[in-house]
């Protein structure tokens, strides 16, 4: 029987009244089970502990995330724990509930949903900021809620400095992604330099993890892993001697460049890719477009430096002759090298980041740089600045990684560059326009990563399976599936896909 058009709307307006009120219905439970969590939870471990709207660490923690489109969401309470068997409360009561959660440190990861969640439980390591150094054994302490800017000043009168990031502001989450330093092409990632972690599992058991232990397994997982594996409430890491702040054992700066001066840069880089050995270098490779008047207007900057009296020609001479509008070079110390962009500490605008990696030609480089541009032009009505970074990963760096023990990145043993772009909305924006959307996925499917070149977790969006293009992925997977057999973290908190 056929029905009439009269019945056929009936029936959708019926349908869609059906799903529309089976939609109420979920949400509302779903804040129903998250505000039980939180009240039981406020109720064990009180109300400094579990903070509810307009409290003094929930209002921080909304205020904390890096892009502004992670402050849109708002969790039923915010934990802010003081000890890890705070934490292991929260993850207990979090997994019996099964409700949404979410971990915030740092708070510099511009992946969508990664480091706050609506109507769920957060988790704010506010509190969990100790720093401690032990001489004998060259050891440091760091708690989650841990700014490598105070890492290198409470480090700096020992002569030693933590493997952390390059904007002083950036936290401890950044280990559990690989994470790159200025000492990285002597020294490995970041994560390389971690010994042990307290990890508190999906289930609110504490273990900690080594590279000799019975969780050797999860403790390489996580060197890479992000927070997939479970919640770390201790990093203890070995810093690298790097001499005090008066030591300048160190030379190089920023170089300013001209707009046309954008294709020499991008054959340099490729070239310095490709042909560096030595480990003592560390170069960041930083082109970005303002927007002035709805125009972009170019803002190049490298930052080079090398561990001892001088830039060498032969390994920097591409950069030094090409046409600058300034250069900013000397003697510096570590803690100088380490702060030379700053702090880092913005939040007033939407951030995307979006990543690919290089170990191609330089017509792989030219055509992502072209590809930016266009898209720098055609969302230049959303954006505040687009930038197109690279990271040179020597082969010097994973042959240092798999020396230490390895990592989860793993990549084939040869130098490429780690790709970053990123885009910043005007400031107040919430949302992303379709049409930018548009532009950044076409932009990031138009580059993908070379083979065995991974992408770096720290500067990618969810959507990109970042852990499929590591060279331990299978071993991830497999790891994954003993720690989290039920899948919880994945169901029940947002982030990379791909386990």
């Not at 930052?303 to 000397?330: A, E, K, M, N, V």
């Not at 990543?355 to 030219?366: E, H, K, R, T």
């Not at 293009?469 to 899948?487: H, I």
Request: hydrophobic share 40%; net charge positive.
């Amino acid at each position: 029987m056929l029905l009439s058009s009269t019945s056929r709307l009936r029936l959708l307006a019926w349908t869609l009244n059906a799903g529309l009120s089976l939609l109420v219905h979920s949400v509302a439970a779903t804040e129903q089970k998250s505000a039980s969590v939180c009240a039981y939870l406020r109720f064990e471990l009180g109300q400094s502990i579990v903070q509810l709207q307009n409290d003094e660490y929930y209002t921080k923690a909304m205020a904390n995330p890096y892009s502004l489109f992670n402050t849109v969401s708002r969790p039923s309470c915010v934990v802010v724990p003081t000890s890890t068997a705070h934490v292991q409360a929260a993850m207990k009561a979090i997994n019996r509930g099964r409700v949404r959660y979410a971990v915030q440190a740092g708070g510099h990861s511009a992946m969508t949903g990664w480091n706050n969640v609506q109507d769920g439980v957060l988790i704010f390591f506010a509190k969990m900021n100790t720093i401690s150094y032990n001489t004998t054994t060259n050891r440091a302490t760091l708690g989650p809620g841990v700014r490598w800017e105070d890492a290198i000043a409470a480090l700096e009168p020992y002569g030693v400095a933590p493997m952390g990031g390059r904007l002083g502001h950036i936290g401890t989450g950044l280990l559990l992604g690989g994470g790159i330093s200025y000492l990285a092409s002597e020294h490995g990632w970041s994560s390389d330099a971690i010994r042990a972690m307290d990890v508190v599992l999906v289930d609110g058991n504490k273990v900690t993890a080594t590279r000799s232990n019975a969780y050797s397994d999860l403790f390489r997982a996580l060197k890479g892993g992000g927070s997939r594996f479970g919640i770390v409430t201790r990093f203890e890491v070995e810093p690298i001697v790097v001499g005090r702040q008066t030591d300048k054992n160190w030379y190089g700066g920023l170089i300013f460049y001209p707009e046309s001066s954008g294709e020499a840069l991008i054959r340099a880089t490729q070239k310095f890719v490709q042909n560096t050995k030595d480990p003592k270098t560390a170069l960041l490779v930083v082109m970005a477009y303002v927007i002035q008047d709805g125009a972009p207007v170019s803002s190049h900057t490298v930052s080079l430096f090398y561990r001892g009296s001088s830039l060498p020609h032969s390994i920097f001479g591409d950069f030094l002759d090409t046409p600058s509008t300034s250069q900013l070079l000397g003697p510096l110390s570590y803690t100088e090298v380490a702060n030379i962009f700053g702090s880092g500490d913005y939040r007033d605008s939407g951030e995307r980041f979006t990543g690919s990696a290089f170990s191609g030609g330089v017509g792989q480089y030219l055509k992502a740089f072209n590809d930016w541009k266009l898209h720098t032009a055609r969302s230049a009505h959303a954006l505040n600045s687009t930038v197109f970074a690279f990271t040179p990963i020597l082969q010097s760096q994973i042959q240092v990684a798999r020396d230490s023990g390895g990592n989860a990145i793993n990549p084939t043993l040869k130098s490429y560059a780690s790709v970053h772009w990123q885009s910043t909305f005007i400031a107040g924006a919430l949302t992303v326009p379709t049409d930018v959307e548009h532009s950044l996925d076409w932009l990031m499917t138009s580059n993908p990563p070379s083979t065995g070149a991974p992408l770096d977790l720290n500067e990618s969006q969810k959507n990109q399976n970042v852990y499929k293009t590591y060279g331990d992925y299978a071993f991830m997977k497999r790891v994954y599936a003993k720690y989290d057999p039920t899948r919880f973290n994945v169901r029940y908190s947002d982030g990379p896909i791909g386990l």
